[in-house]
């Protein structure tokens, strides 16, 4: 995973900000309350507002964790949050059924990485392990890792640009189960690194178990990640996933038997993979290529190149850099006949 330099981490708010989609007729007129002096990053309220008019009915808020956040301070604004926050008070004024839910899951909470932390810890909670341990152990390691806070913003704006049936930032932190999945081995990923492996693999059971996603703790994944549906996908303990690359439902990036060590993929930056493609063994797909769906690879993929079949092979190439941002993964009539 690639590392976030202080330069990098201080220009994501502004290079997010540049993104966002709330339409400019959708805000209340009650932005101009906003308090600009107050601390950016993750200030309580983004924009002043009165509950008792959005909110009917009240869920009870969870207590703030005292923690630390590494490097919180020094950054001028979160426009990822500040969307969030918005969208989830517009349908909490929608559709006031769900306004105690929308209250509880983002709107009680004063950053990103609480919501997200309660979203997550509710939806993989079970009879044995409570969703208060579950936050405790969320909160802990994102508040503390610069790399997963960076990484959760720009996984929910890969989703939001790359998905057409991502309708908000709001509606992939709350219900986008290939997010969800997602996040949760980044903090599987970090605690098994710290040497807490039963930890991270009880946190990839579950994931597997709720989600349908199974990704070895070991599993080194980037940035700016689509796992479209998420549904099937199993990336194996050695795989390595570049940034900017996306994956649809039913990816396997698997070993070819009971080798160790090394032995399972490595998806270079920007490629895009079909559903239901199967990679196998310690094998490199370059940068940008595309793996269309159901193929079956066995050796290593060109960069920029797109591959088909059972055994994949290389039936042209791309025009795109990063394929996986255009998302264009179909090889229609037109393209092979230019191919011919």
């Known amino acids: 995973m690639a590392c976030v330099s202080d330069e990098s981490w201080v220009a994501l708010p502004k290079m997010l900000s540049d ?4 339409p400019e007729d959708d805000r209340r007129d009650d932005d101009d309350d906003d308090d600009d002096d107050q601390p950016g990053f993750f200030r309580s309220e983004s924009t002043a507002y009165r509950l008792e008019k959005v909110f009917p009915v009240y869920a009870l808020g969870i207590p703030k964790p005292e923690s630390d956040p590494v490097g919180l301070a020094s950054v001028s604004g979160d426009p990822i949050w500040d969307a969030v926050r918005e969208e989830a008070k517009l349908e909490a004024e929608k559709e006031p059924i769900l306004s105690s839910f929308l209250y509880a899951s983002i709107l009680a909470h004063d950053c990103l990485e609480h919501a997200l932390g309660f979203v997550l810890a509710n939806r993989l909670q ?3 392990l409570l969703a208060t341990q579950l936050m405790d152990i969320f909160y802990d390691v994102m508040l503390h890792d ?3 806070q960076r990484s959760v913003r720009l996984d929910v704006q890969a989703f ?3 998905d057409p049936a991502c309708l908000s930032y709001c ?5 986008l189960k290939g997010y969800h999945s997602l996040q949760v081995h980044r903090v599987a990923h970090s605690l098994w690194n710290q040497g807490r492996k039963v930890l991270a693999l009880a946190l990839q059971s579950r994931i597997s178990e709720v989600f349908g996603v199974d990704i070895h703790p070991a599993a080194k994944i980037g940035e700016g990640i689509l796992l479209d549906h998420g549904t099937g996908v199993v990336i194996g303990e050695t795989a390595v996933v570049g940034n900017k690359v996306s994956l649809m439902h039913g990816v396997t990036l698997g070993g070819t038997g009971k080798g160790i060590g090394d032995r399972h993929p490595k998806v270079s930056d920007g490629a895009l993979i079909g559903a239901s493609v199967t990679v196998l063994g310690n094998i ?3 940068r940008g290529a595309m793996i269309a769906a159901g193929s079956l690879v066995l050796k290593d993929v060109p960069p920029h190149s797109m591959v088909a079949g059972i055994p994949a092979k290389v039936i ?3 025009d795109e850099i990063d394929p ?3 998302m264009k993964h179909d090889a229609t009539k037109d393209f092979f006949e230019n191919v011919a």
């Open 19 to 22: 993104r966002l989609s709330l």
């Open 126 to 128: 079970n009879p044995t």
């Open 146 to 148: 610069r790399d997963i």
């Open 160 to 162: 939001k640009d790359r």
């Open 171 to 175: 509606s992939a932190l709350l219900y």
């Open 284 to 286: 490199k797909i370059g």
């Open 316 to 318: 042209g190439y791309v």
């Open 324 to 326: 996986s941002l255009t």
